[in-house]
Antibody, heavy 116, light 107 residues
């Protein structure tokens, strides 16, 4: 059974940084691309970032490009999202996910609040 | 960017009725469209993947159809627990996108 567990959320001031982590289990992590998504209060989900199964390609939403960096460690079955220059509009629940048809799963999410 | 337009925004129906939710894409997404159900305080739950395949454990009253740019999610016989927001999502064109959601209210 696919399991994804996010950690690292919290309260941070505008302009600050935060690093989110996601621990994966229940599937062959090194063969799946991984995503980060987010959902602001009262809004729909928004895709944030993707890393290919081998880490060779990464894609980012325009809203986070240049500020967020996604990485993965296949030896530990983990993926991370380094978030810099945070803005109030980055306040959201952040989810890591596998989005591959029948192999689709989301974690429970971790809350990031950007506020002074 | 592939814009997904969902309609209606709100659907208010009685238990036992049939619900049809629409999702229209601004460009073809082939069959790479999924439907999610979200209840307050919970993560989105996958209902349908690749346009018409029910995810594991999803009741048979949920069905998906369509391809290219026009898709539908049908709930054949509404149950009280189907009250939720439903989102469509495409995973073939970058950036990945979601529709704005349809809120299903049970009278």
């Amino acid at each position: 059974q696919v399991q994804l567990v996010e950690s690292g959320g919290g309260v941070v001031q505008p302009g600050g940084s935060l690093r989110l982590s996601c621990a994966a289990s229940g599937f062959i992590f090194s063969s799946r691309g991984m995503h980060w998504l987010r959902q602001a209060p009262g809004k729909g989900p928004e895709w944030v970032a993707y890393v290919r199964y081998d880490g060779s390609s990464k894609y980012y939403a325009d809203s986070v490009k240049g500020r967020f960096t996604m990485s993965r460690d296949n030896s530990k079955s983990t993926t991370s999202l380094q978030m810099n220059s945070l803005k109030s509009e980055d306040t959201s629940i952040y989810y890591c996910a596998v989005l591959e048809g029948a192999t689709t799963a989301w974690g429970r999410g971790t809350l990031v609040t950007v506020s002074s | 960017e592939t814009v997904l337009t969902q309609s209606p925004a709100i659907l208010s129906l009685s238990p036992g009725e049939r619900a049809t939710l629409s999702c229209r894409a601004s460009q073809s997404v082939g069959a790479y469209l999924a439907w999610y159900q979200q209840k307050p305080g919970q993560a989105p739950r996958l209902l349908i993947y690749d346009a018409s395949n029910r995810a594991t454990g999803i009741p048979v009253r949920f069905s998906g159809s369509g391809s290219g740019t026009d898709f539908a999610l049908t709930i054949s016989t509404l149950e009280p627990e189907d009250s939720a927001v439903y989102y469509c999502h495409q995973r073939i064109n970058w950036p990945l996108t979601f529709g704005g959601g349809t809120k299903v209210e049970i009278k």
